[in-house]
């Protein structure tokens, strides 16, 4: 079966830290992998998406992915969490939009 | 409209009565999808549809709920004799089409409350 999971039900980092949401997925053929965020109170937000070519993604509010074909991850990152990152974010596969259960992060000042 | 458009934004109805969340997808998006969220958790995949075509209603949580789209465009998420553990905000989203490389849009929800 086709799916992507989320390990982690919470990441909490400090402001200024570097921080990394994991994803992994469960695919027959080549993934197309996608990031959301959903912010407090507010509808889903993509983030970026890994179709084919570099396995670094650059996505929106500095946000970055690395696709990892042999650990068949899709991990998101970011160099310097700010305050504003705190949200829920979630990992999806295209095949019929079926997402991961989700990773709270928490970013402390 | 530019956007998934999702009706009525907020439901409040009484335990055992049926109700029908509306979403009207992004035009010329043929794949349509739902989901469950409960408060502040994670997202319960509902069902998608392909065109009018929905392949998998494995994900609907019971018999109470059923799903259409007509015409490729507007869908309802029907849910009858409701009970209190179906209060949710039910998303839904479109993209382009399934399997596709293209990512989903999402409306704002309908939260139900079943009192």
């Known amino acids: 079966a086709q799916s992507v999971a989320q390990p982690e039900d919470q990441v909490n980092v400090a402001e200024g830290n570097p921080l990394t949401v994991k994803c992994t997925y469960s695919v027959s053929g080549n993934p197309y992998l996608f990031w959301y965020v959903q912010y407090p109170n507010r509808g889903l937000q993509f983030l970026l998406k890994y179709i084919t070519g570099d396995n670094l993604v650059k996505g929106s509010y500095g946000f970055e992915a690395e696709f990892n074909k042999s650990q068949t991850s899709f991990h998101l990152k970011k160099p310097s969490a700010l305050v504003s990152d705190s949200a829920l974010y979630f990992c999806?596969?295209?095949?019929?939009?079926?997402f991961g259960a989700g990773t709270r992060l928490t970013v402390k000042p | 409209g530019a956007g998934v458009s999702q009706s009525p934004s907020n439901k409040v109805t009484e335990k055992g009565k049926d109700v029908e969340l509306r979403c009207d997808p992004i035009s010329g998006h043929t794949a349509l999808y739902w989901y469950r969220q409960s408060l502040g958790q994670g997202l319960e995949f509902l069902i998608y549809f392909q065109g009018n075509s929905a392949p998998d209603k494995s994900g609907l949580p019971s018999d109470r709920f059923s799903a259409e789209r007509t015409g490729g465009s507007v869908s309802t998420l029907t849910i009858q004799r409701t009970q209190q553990e179906d209060s949710a905000v039910y998303l839904c989203?479109?993209?382009?089409?399934?399997?596709?490389?293209?990512?989903?849009?999402f409306g704002q929800g309908t939260r139900l409350t079943v009192v």
């Open positions: 999806a596969l295209s095949n019929d939009m079926r």
């Open positions: 989203a479109s993209s382009l089409g399934v399997g596709l490389d293209t990512e989903a849009f």
